[in-house]
Each structure stands twice: as C-alpha cells, then as structure tokens.
C-alpha cells in the first residue's frame, strides 16, 4: 500500500478521516480480507504515515521522498523481502477496495507464468464520465490485454455499438518481481509524462498489462470534496 503526505490535490491525504478511521486504516483493513496476500506493507515517506500505520498493527517500510510513482515506491518497499514472487498494489487512497477483486487478481497473475502485469477495470455506466479527465479509461484486445489508457474519452464513440461499453480504469495494479524491477529501470516515456499515467510505461516499453473485468464501481478519494460521498458509501458497507 504506497502511501505519501504530499498529494498536490489533498495534501495529507492518508491520515484524513473518513467514518472516524483515517482513510490508511480503511485501506488496511480491506487488505487484510484478502484470502490470497501473504503480507501487507505499507510503504510511506513521511513517518507521520508510519506511525499511523504502527497504530493499528501495520507493517510499514520507510522510503524515498523521491518517487514519482505508487510502483516506484513499492519496488523500494520490497527491496528487503528477497522471497516475494508477485506484487500487488493496492493504492493508500482506495477505501473501498474490493478483497475478492484483489484475490482475483493474485490468481490470475500467478497462474499465468509469462504475464508480467495485471490490472481492472469496470464498464462506465455514465457516459458523462468519459470526459471527466480525473477518470482514466482503457481499451482492450480480444484476449484482455491493455491497447491504451487515457485520460481523455477512450475510444471516441462516433457511433454507439450496442456490444461495446466503454471502460474505466481502477488503481489496483499487480506485478511479476522480476518485471517491477525491470519496470523502475525504465525512465518515463512521453506517454507516460503527457498523461500522467504510469501504467503507459510499461505498454511503451512493449509489456503486456492484463486487464480483468469487474462490475465493482467503487471510487477512491481524489479530492475533499470526495469525502462526503465516501463517508455515505462506507457507511452503506457497514450497515448492509
């Protein structure tokens, strides 16, 4: 769980809280429902994340204040567990993650021996949202495998098929070691700096990024104009 102080839209963001839990403890807790992790870190650069983090039972790894990227990040994080074989990334500002969606994700990439990155995605009900540049969409091959991510309305609807539903992108990404590694060697590519989309390194640098299909719609906290709708939506979770 990579988790940093300095959001440029909510600074602070992981120690804000939502439904009197801070929104790291939120995220935590989900993680800790998944069947399939054999550890949960969370990996920071500020230690008043840390301690957060050591006050509810976390594991946490300190690490540079340099990274421009969750991946970055977590390829620093697992520097000192030589054992691990795949890795999840489940981004500090996602409450709602789904536990089953991560389980999913962890069987599908260790069953395909060749697959360097997986990811998920979820058909967009509100076409309004194919505008909205804070939503990354992506598009796919006939095999599932990422051809593009974009913040921008993807793919342009000139017409409507009935069989095609657009597709938004959800911050939940998994890797083979050896390919994060491999993933962190790379300098940004154009694409990747133009969209602010990390994933795009990899598909410059001819990586495949599997993408597995889910009806979950659940949202992250992007800005504090978010936190009234989250704290309604966590509280639905509770009660039901």
């Given at each position: ?29 989900r993680?800790?429902k998944?069947e399939?992790?054999?550890l ?13 983090a ?10 540079s ?7 970055d990040r977590?390829?620093?994080?697992v ?5 691990i074989t795949h ?11 789904d536990p089953?969606?991560?389980d999913?994700l962890?069987?599908?990439?260790v ?8 990811t ?12 909205d ?7 796919v091959?006939g095999?599932g ?7 921008s ?12 539903a ?15 590694e491999q993933f962190v060697?790379?300098p940004?590519?154009?694409?990747e ?12 640098n001819?990586a ?8 979950d ?8 104009e978010?936190v ?6 966590l509280?639905?979770?509770n009660?039901?």
């Amino acid at each position: 769980i990579p988790a940093r102080w300095g959001s440029s839209r909510f600074p602070g963001k992981p120690l804000h809280h939502l439904a009197g839990k801070s929104l790291l403890r939120h995220v935590f807790e989900r993680a800790d429902k998944c069947e399939r992790l054999d550890l949960i870190l969370v990996a920071t650069d500020d230690v008043r994340i840390k301690e957060e983090a050591v006050s509810f039972g976390a594991e946490v790894v300190m690490t540079s204040s340099d990274h421009s990227t969750g991946t970055d990040r977590i390829a620093e994080a697992v520097l000192p567990h030589p054992e691990i074989t795949h890795v999840i990334n489940i981004q500090g500002d996602e409450p709602l993650v789904d536990p089953a969606l991560v389980d999913s994700l962890v069987t599908a990439l260790v069953a395909e021996p060749n697959l360097p990155m997986i990811t998920a995605a979820n058909p967009v009900t509100d076409l309004a949202q194919l505008d909205d540049p804070d939503i990354v969409k992506v598009v796919v091959d006939g095999k599932g495998n990422a051809l593009y991510f974009s913040r921008s309305p993807l793919p342009f609807l000139r017409t409507r098929p009935d069989a095609l539903a657009p597709l938004r992108h959800m911050g939940l990404y998994g890797y083979r070691r050896d390919f994060l590694e491999q993933f962190v060697s790379w300098p940004p590519g154009l694409l990747e700096q133009a969209e602010q989309l990390e994933q795009l390194r990899a598909l410059e640098n001819g990586a495949r990024i599997r993408v597995v299909l889910t009806e979950d719609h659940s949202i992250g906290l992007d800005t504090p104009e978010q936190v009234p709708q989250l704290e309604a939506l966590l509280a639905a979770c509770n009660t039901s």
